[in-house]
C-alpha cells in the first residue's frame, strides 16, 4: 500500500520509536525478573508467585484506568506520563535493599507500565489516513516483535559481562529514553490536531464564530477565544 508523504513519515518514525520501548521491553521478560528476584533475595517460588499473580492483576486493571485517562489528558499524554514514572520504578528496583522494597516498586510500575498500550494503538490509527491503518499496525507491531526477541536475547550477556541488575537499569533507561522522544516528536503535532478539533467544534456551535490567537509560539501555547455573537450584531 502506498502512504502519504505524511503517513510514511509518521509511521516510521513510530515504528523506530516503538522499536526502543520494545528493545526496552525485552530485556524486561517476567523469567528474567522471577530470575532476578530469586538470585538477589533468595525467595521462594511461592513468593514469586504470588507477586506475578498480582502483577498480572495489575496490568489487567490498569487498561480500564487507560480509556478514562486518554479521554481526559489526550493519547500522547497518557501514552508518556503513565509510562515514564513505570520505567523510574523500574531503574529503582534494582537499589533496594529487601525484597519487600523491591516488590512494592514492580508492583507500583506494573499498575502504570500497561496504560499505554490502548492510547498506543488508538494513537497509531489517529495519525494516519483509514486507508492506511492497517500498514501501519503491521508495520509498528513489526518493529516491537523484531527488537524484543533481539532484547531477550541479550539480556544473558548483560547480566554475565555487565552486572547482575544491568538489564533492569538498561531496559528503564531505553523507556525513559523512548518517553522522552516520543514526547519531543509528537507533542507539537499532537496538540496541533486538538487546535484543529476546538476551532472545527467552535465553527459547529450556532451564532458563534472562533478566533484562534496563538501566542508564545516557541512555548506551543496556542489560546483559542470563542465570541459569542448574535447574527446582525
Not at 511461592?46 to 485517562?69: D, K, P, R, Y
Not at 520504578?89 to 516488590?103: D, K, Q, R
Request: hydrophobic share 50%; aromatic share 10%; net charge positive.
Amino acid at each position: 500500500m502506498l502512504l502519504s508523504a505524511t503517513g510514511k513519515s509518521r509511521v516510521f518514525g513510530l515504528a523506530g520509536l516503538f522499536a526502543i520501548d520494545s528493545l526496552g521491553g525485552g530485556f524486561l521478560t517476567d523469567a528474567l525478573v522471577a530470575y532476578w528476584c530469586f538470585r538477589r533475595f533468595g525467595v521462594s517460588e511461592v513468593q514469586l508467585g504470588a507477586l506475578f499473580f498480582v502483577i498480572h492483576l495489575l496490568n489487567a486493571a490498569s487498561h480500564l484506568g487507560a480509556a478514562w485517562l486518554a479521554k481526559r489528558f489526550g493519547l500522547l499524554k497518557t501514552m508518556v506520563f503513565t509510562h515514564l514514572p513505570s520505567s523510574v520504578f523500574l531503574i529503582s528496583v534494582p537499589l533496594t535493599p529487601s525484597f519487600p522494597f523491591a516488590a512494592a516498586l514492580l508492583l507500583a510500575r506494573e499498575s502504570l507500565v500497561e496504560m499505554d498500550v490502548a492510547p498506543r494503538q488508538s494513537y497509531v490509527a489517529a495519525v494516519v489516513q483509514p486507508r492506511e491503518r492497517i500498514f501501519a499496525a503491521g508495520v509498528t507491531n513489526l518493529s516491537r516483535n523484531i527488537f524484543w526477541a533481539m532484547a531477550s536475547g541479550l539480556s544473558g550477556v548483560l547480566m554475565q559481562s555487565l552486572t547482575f541488575s544491568a538489564p533492569l537499569i538498561v531496559g528503564g533507561a531505553l523507556k525513559v529514553g523512548y518517553d522522552v522522544l516520543l514526547y519531543r516528536k509528537f507533542g507539537r503535532s499532537s496538540r496541533q490536531r486538538n487546535c484543529l478539533s476546538l476551532r472545527v467544534q467552535a465553527c459547529q456551535i450556532p451564532n458563534m464564530r472562533w478566533q484562534v490567537n496563538p501566542t508564545n509560539e516557541r512555548k506551543l501555547i496556542c489560546s483559542y477565544i470563542v465570541v459569542a455573537r448574535r447574527t446582525g450584531d
